[in-house]
């Protein structure tokens, strides 16, 4: 099992900023890939931001230039946002991928969320 602890979402102004975090423990997976969804109010969740192991991003094009993913060696995933417009609004959930040690199948594993919102 993998265990992923999310932090950091709160209110904030239109313009502002906001660091959200994701703390992943596992004893027994290795984490390929981690990332971050958000879903607003009616809609479905969507791919915000990916890092891989190997460090590689990518983003959603709503984000790209604002938004900022990253990850430490003890696993622990950010996400840097910047200049946050109301459509950022949302529950924004952490998510790795994981693969059990000697295994090879990945499975999907997800934070509880945290809720971000910007006013206009």
């Known amino acids: 099992q993998v265990q992923l602890v999310e932090s950091g979402g709160g209110s904030v102004q239109a313009g502002g900023s906001l660091r959200l975090s994701c703390v992943a423990s596992?004893?027994?997976?290795?984490?390929?890939?981690m990332g971050w969804y958000r879903q607003a109010p009616g809609k479905q969740r969507e791919l915000v931001a990916r890092?891989?192991?190997?460090?590689?991003t990518n983003y959603a094009d709503s984000v790209k230039g604002r938004f900022t993913i990253s990850r430490d060696i003890a696993r622990t995933m950010y996400l840097q946002m910047a200049s946050l417009k109301p459509e950022d609004t949302g529950v924004y959930y952490c998510?790795?991928?994981?693969?059990?040690?000697?295994?090879?199948?990945?499975?999907?594993?997800w934070g509880q969320g945290t809720q971000v919102t910007v006013s206009s």
């Open positions: 596992t004893s027994v997976f290795s984490i390929n890939a």
């Open positions: 890092i891989t192991r190997d460090g590689s």
């Open positions: 998510n790795a991928v994981a693969r059990r040690l000697g295994g090879i199948s990945d499975y999907n594993y």
